[in-house]
């Protein structure tokens, strides 16, 4: 089997992990992916190994790692191993980053579950109401907006420098 056998072309890697040409030559001039391997006529093959580590960039962006972070990692990468603890290092803070959001989102979405819970037991409660006609209305009361749309459960967040809102 040959070398250019495995190797595909940047708009199959493009297509492959979903981003266009363009982005993987920036990712390329940024430093975020080492030197591609090119054709004769300069065109760009990338090899198995480039498209494992692209992946891997990609899943460090889809989780919120800013560009300078992954051009860290790489930089890293691109030393060797004696940078595997450095490596590890920058990957823990990024973990404990990502899920410090996916527990501000679990907080944010369970709000969110509670108040579909309470507007489906209040739609119940006026079906039933309506059926029965055994409820009635004090008209001449009002409500507050916050009274009508009671009970709103909130989630208490303190910020932190380490972990941003939590």
Known sequence: MSKTSNALTIGQVADTIGVSPHTLRYYEQAGLIPAIGRTRAGHRLYSPAD?????????LKAT???IAGMQAFAALRAEGQQTIGARRDLLVAHRDAVL???ADLQANLGAIVDKIAHYEGEEAGQMSAADSQSRRIDETSSFSHSEKDSPWTTRKT???RKAGTN
């Open 51 to 59: 498209l494992d580590w692209l992946r891997f960039l990609m899943r």
């Open 64 to 66: 919120g790692m800013p």
């Open 100 to 102: 410090a959001r996916v």
């Open 158 to 160: 303190t910020a932190t």
